[in-house]
């Protein structure tokens, strides 16, 4: 199907021009005069590129930019202006525009402009269409990860979820522990309940129980009101206990007995409140350690370990790194109304081979601030931030590292990574002249290329 252009401008003659142009390269073309005729078509009709002009009665075409990158931010606009109004050009670029027209403009500079958005429209369509299928072919709601240990996650995720079964989500900082405890709770016959939070870290002991039980008017000084706890507030819900390895010894022991029991009475009061709820709880401590260390309670440990879900670091799943970096690219990219292609291979390889200390919550830190500096269509390496090249120079000077302890075969194969991905980035990715600029035969490279996750487009 031809691609559709909606043209905006106040003046017919242009109007009648651009049709005429556009419709003999073979475009369908909508003109409207009126752009607020031209924003109630676009709620109804699909479109592939606005242009629209920029000073209009009305409605100017800023204000229709900024009305399509808020609404239909997946299509690009291209903004006419009047020769040498240069500074409404560049605020139009500024604000999202995909490319500026001065007029009278030349008509084969125009179609450029027009080829070139027309292209990006389709590539963010492809991504979108590509994303839609990840996230149906491997997501429980927005999880991402095509990994097998991801998808081990999601299963148990839809197995363990409709049931009331406890689960235990342990794992490293930034994970997805809380993602995951959410999708269990969406994925039970309780989704419609409320899903209530603790952080057991952030509380001192001291409030910790009359935050989770609530406590009666005058139990204690500062108590002017009967208060209601989380574990009520959760009734016929899910109460998410994050940091459980937190927990004081006292408070421990009080939710053990919740757990069995199913009842408990606010701080100060006598009365026994009984509640239905379901408990998620999450940790990124060794939790089997601290009970073999005295420092958590066995029998509490295996109330909450019912059910247990582990999530990988992301180290362990790189496969995962391509999926979770266009999921945020697109994700940031919306939220600050520029539009991206994707990443350039250098970028990917750069992002895939790094190893993520902070998991999944870094990379969507690293993918937000490129978007954010980035000026091109496509990521590239320069737009990463140096936390991620760094890794790179500290393997450079990889002998000034023994000073501090290293794990000598994981140094080695970072090292090896990093080399393999500047040979590539080096030699366009073809292969043999990497090959050759390492000194190892292809095979041995194409072997080393799948141990290290690192893509050759
Ligand atoms: N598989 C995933 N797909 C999409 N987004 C993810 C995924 N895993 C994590 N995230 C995102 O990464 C961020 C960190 O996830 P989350 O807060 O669930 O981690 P956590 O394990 O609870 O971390 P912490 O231990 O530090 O509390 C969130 O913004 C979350 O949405
Ligand atoms: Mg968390």
Redo the contacts with the bound molecule.
Sequence with gaps: MADTILVIDDEQNYLLVLSTLLEDQGYNVTAIPDPETALAYLEESEVDVVITDMKMPKLSGQHVLEHVRRNYPQVPVLIMTAFGSIEAAVEAMRVGAFDYISKPFSNDELLLSVAKAVQFAHARQQNRLLLESMSKQF?VG????GSRP?RRVLEMIQRAGPSRSTVLVS??????????ARAIHLTSPRKDQPFVSVNCMALNPGVMESELFGHEKGSFTGAVARKRGRFELADGGTLFL??IGELSHETQVKLLRVLQERRFERVGGVDPIEVDIRVVA?T?KNLQKAVSEGIFREDLFYRLNVVHIE?PPLRERRE?IPL?AM?FLHKFSRENQKIFKGFTPDALNYLQGFDWPG???QL?NVIERSVVLADAETIGVEDLPAEIKDEEAQYKSAVDMLPTRINLPDTLEKIEAALIRRALAKSEFVQVKAAELLGVSKSLLAYKLKKYKIVVH
């Design positions: 997501g927005n999880i991402i990860g991801m794992g490293e900082s930034g994970t997805g522990k809380e993602l995951v994050d940091e999450a990124n999530m995962d979770l999921h998991n999944v919550r969507e």
